[in-house]
């Protein structure tokens, strides 16, 4: 028996995990959008003081998590457990923020999912009374992810239209057993989606069905439709990606009202970058930033946040295969229901 | 067998998979257990099984593409083109300029143009390392891509780019990161043409 499990891919936290405590650290670009006041820390450059883009990033989710301690008086050695990735090689910065805070560590790779599958995770060692605390982060650079997935910063070439930019910006959670704060109620883990996009440069186009596919699954599990929540946020589809999930909802008779993206919120529409951000930054500096905050003050009572992940590297899209997409789904709740 | 150009509803897509899953397993085992030639034979039957699958999802995938397309938003083609043209056709004025200012200082055919080349070359890198020419690219495109300017930006960008991974990993071993193609096919086809003349001639 699976008591915890509901339909097929859902999960209930009956005991409703805490969100107690959240920061966001961005780059200059993110700090000029039209979220910039509300981040915890913008950085003054994309170095951040360091030699290396890779070690700006690392700082900025050591950073992130240690703004999320402090603002709930805690320290690493309270957590149980620490839960991060990000989109680089081997997940190197959240190693080596794991490196710093010398806490049990679990790291994770969902590419732009990656904070979605964190929350989805840290609710199940809550739920299952393995931990007390737990910190997640998830970060993402737009230079370090430039270099790895396309080509070099300082090179003029021109972007496609369907191209998103991927935020620099780290975001950090600390879920807790107790406490005051945002109530983490379910979690629906997503399935591998791949509708044969290939273009490395239209990540919207094919995380659309990713995405689709956890909202449906999500709705039939619990028995719920778009009315029940507030906000339906996803991660970094962007506008094309937006466009089309919008597409397919209409067409399994959805209304795409209450849906909106992480992606197109993060910049402001003169900031060019296209279709908007992308990253496991985005959704996460969004969702802390912005999205809980509105949570808290009672403007939504419940939320559902879909992290979206594109599952390639640039040698599997050198070899031209499609790209298999990911995307889990948590439900947020203020703690007012 | 089924028709594979049938758009199939999710549920017989969800049936026709797991079928073709589970045969698809049994084979794997088959193979697996089996000896010699016969277990060629497994082989060739778990390929077809394969090729199978994946052509199950193109019906799919040719619907969704058909939703994307209506979507993509357009190249600014008509921009791009005269951005490309005027940035372009500046770049090489600037260039006959230095040209002509080289050849009244006195420089001969071969060195006002060897002299040319260099200063642009100089400019390009300069640029690119102020942080201008990715601006420039990004307004411009092939207009500033194309010059010899933007191929001193190809290489000064990668090495920018992989000098914090050392002299010899970083830079030595990636400086023609993105220039290099470029020189592998324009070699060849250099060569190409050069006989296509000599044997034409």
Same mark, same amino acid.
């Given at each position: 028996?699976?008591?915890?499990?509901?339909?097929?891919?859902?999960?209930?936290?009956?005991?409703?995990?805490?969100?107690?405590?959240?920061?966001?650290?961005?780059?200059?670009?993110?700090?000029?959008?039209?979220?910039?006041?509300?981040?915890?820390?913008?950085?003054?450059?994309?170095?951040?003081?360091?030699?290396?883009?890779?070690?700006?990033?690392?700082?900025?989710?050591?950073?992130?998590?240690?703004?999320?301690?402090?603002?709930?008086? +805690?320290?690493?050695?309270?957590?149980?457990?620490?839960?991060?990735?990000?989109?680089?090689?081997?997940?190197?910065?959240?190693?080596?923020?794991?490196?710093?805070?010398?806490?049990?560590?679990?790291?994770?790779?969902?590419?732009?999912?990656?904070?979605?599958?964190?929350?989805?995770?840290?609710?199940?060692?809550?739920?299952?009374?393995?931990?007390?605390?737990?910190?997640?982060?998830?970060?993402?650079?737009?230079?370090?992810?430039?270099?790895?997935?396309?080509?070099?910063?300082?090179?003029?070439?021109?972007?496609?239209?369907?191209?998103?930019?991927?935020?620099?910006?780290?975001?950090?959670?600390?879920?807790?057993?107790?406490?005051?704060?945002?109530?983490?109620?379910?979690?629906?883990?997503?399935?591998?989606?791949?509708?044969?996009?290939?273009?490395?440069?239209?990540?919207?186009?094919?995380?659309?069905?990713?995405?689709?596919?956890?909202?449906?699954?999500?709705?039939?599990?619990?028995?719920?439709?778009?009315?029940?929540?507030?906000?339906?946020?996803?991660?970094?589809?962007?506008? +094309?990606?937006?466009?089309?999930?919008?597409?397919?909802?209409?067409?399994?008779?959805?209304?795409?009202?209450?849906?909106?993206?992480?992606?197109?919120?993060?910049?402001?529409?003169?900031?060019?970058?296209?279709?908007?951000?992308?990253?496991?930054?985005?959704?996460?500096?969004?969702?802390?930033?912005?999205?809980?905050?509105?949570?808290?003050?009672?403007?939504?009572?419940?939320?559902?946040?879909?992290?979206?992940?594109?599952?390639?590297?640039?040698?599997?899209?050198?070899?031209?295969?499609?790209?298999?997409?990911?995307?889990?789904?948590?439900?947020?709740?203020?703690?007012?229901? | 067998?089924?028709?594979?150009?049938?758009?199939?509803?999710?549920?017989?897509?969800?049936?026709?998979?797991?079928?073709?899953?589970?045969?698809?397993?049994?084979?794997?085992?088959?193979?697996?257990?089996?000896?010699?030639?016969?277990?060629?034979?497994?082989?060739?039957?778990?390929?077809?099984?394969?090729?199978?699958?994946?052509?199950?999802?193109?019906?799919?995938?040719?619907?969704? +593409?058909?939703?994307?397309?209506?979507?993509?938003?357009?190249?600014?083609?008509?921009?791009?083109?005269?951005?490309?043209?005027?940035?372009?056709?500046?770049?090489?004025?600037?260039?006959?300029?230095?040209?002509?200012?080289?050849?009244?200082?006195?420089?001969?055919?071969?060195?006002?143009?060897?002299?040319?080349?260099?200063? +642009?070359?100089?400019?390009?890198?300069?640029?690119?390392?102020?942080?201008?020419?990715?601006?420039?690219?990004?307004?411009?495109?092939?207009?500033?891509?194309?010059?010899?300017?933007?191929?001193?930006?190809?290489?000064?960008?990668?090495?920018?780019?992989?000098?914090?991974?050392?002299?010899?990993?970083?830079?030595?071993?990636?400086?023609?990161?993105?220039?290099?193609?470029?020189?592998?096919?324009?070699?060849?086809?250099?060569?190409?043409?050069?006989?296509?003349?000599?044997?034409?001639?």
């Amino acid at each position: 028996m699976t008591p915890n499990k509901i339909g097929k891919q859902t999960l209930q936290f009956s005991s409703a995990p805490v969100i107690t405590s959240w920061a966001s650290v961005v780059g200059p670009m993110e700090g000029k959008g039209p979220l910039g006041e509300k981040y915890d820390l913008v950085l003054r450059d994309t170095l951040a003081g360091e030699k290396s883009w890779e070690k700006a990033e690392q700082k900025m989710m050591q950073y992130s998590i240690e703004l999320a301690m402090e603002k709930h008086d +805690l320290l690493p050695k309270d957590l149980d457990f620490y839960l991060a990735g990000d989109l680089l090689n081997q997940i190197t910065c959240a190693n080596f923020t794991a490196r710093f805070l010398n806490i049990p560590f679990l790291g994770l790779y969902g590419a732009c999912s990656t904070l979605a599958e964190g929350l989805c995770m840290a609710g199940v060692f809550l739920e299952g009374g393995f931990a007390e605390k737990m910190g997640v982060s998830a970060s993402s650079h737009h230079d370090t992810a430039e270099r790895q997935y396309r080509t070099p910063v300082e090179l003029g070439d021109q972007r496609p239209m369907t191209a998103q930019w991927t935020v620099t910006g780290s975001a950090s959670l600390i879920v807790e057993k107790k406490g005051n704060g945002i109530k983490l109620t379910h979690a629906t883990i997503g399935k591998i989606i791949d509708l044969g996009i290939s273009n490395a440069q239209d990540l919207g186009s094919a995380m659309a069905p990713a995405a689709f596919d956890t909202i449906k699954t999500h709705f039939e599990d619990l028995g719920r439709s778009e009315n029940d929540y507030d906000l339906i946020v996803t991660g970094d589809l962007g506008l +094309l990606g937006h466009g089309i999930l919008k597409e397919l909802l209409k067409e399994k008779g959805i209304s795409p009202d209450k849906f909106n993206d992480c992606g197109i919120m993060v910049y402001s529409p003169e900031q060019d970058t296209h279709c908007g951000g992308s990253g496991c930054g985005c959704s996460g500096v969004v969702l802390t930033a912005h999205l809980i905050e509105r949570l808290l003050s009672g403007y939504y009572h419940r939320l559902l946040f879909i992290g979206t992940g594109a599952l390639l590297n640039s040698l599997t899209s050198n070899q031209g295969e499609t790209i298999p997409c990911i995307a889990h789904a948590v439900v947020l709740e203020s703690r007012g229901e | 067998m089924i028709d594979q150009n049938v758009l199939l509803t999710e549920q017989e897509m969800t049936i026709w998979q797991n079928e073709l899953q589970k045969e698809h397993q049994k084979v794997l085992f088959w193979e697996a257990q089996a000896k010699g030639e016969e277990r060629n034979n497994f082989a060739d039957l778990r390929q077809e099984i394969e090729k199978q699958q994946q052509r199950f999802a193109k019906p799919r995938e040719i619907d969704y +593409l058909s939703t994307v397309i209506k979507l993509v938003p357009s190249q600014t083609l008509i921009k791009n083109l005269v951005m490309a043209f005027l940035v372009g056709g500046s770049i090489c004025l600037i260039g006959q300029i230095i040209y002509n200012l080289f050849a009244q200082g006195g420089l001969g055919i071969k060195e006002a143009s060897a002299a040319t080349s260099s200063l +642009l070359v100089f400019l390009g890198a300069l640029f690119t390392g102020l942080g201008y020419y990715d601006e420039l690219g990004k307004v411009a495109g092939a207009g500033s891509i194309v010059p010899i300017t933007g191929f001193a930006n190809s290489i000064v960008s990668s090495a920018l780019e992989f000098k914090r991974e050392g002299y010899i990993y970083g830079v030595g071993a990636r400086l023609f990161n993105v220039a290099g193609p470029i020189l592998v096919y324009g070699t060849m086809v250099s060569i190409l043409v050069g006989l296509v003349y000599y044997f034409a001639r």
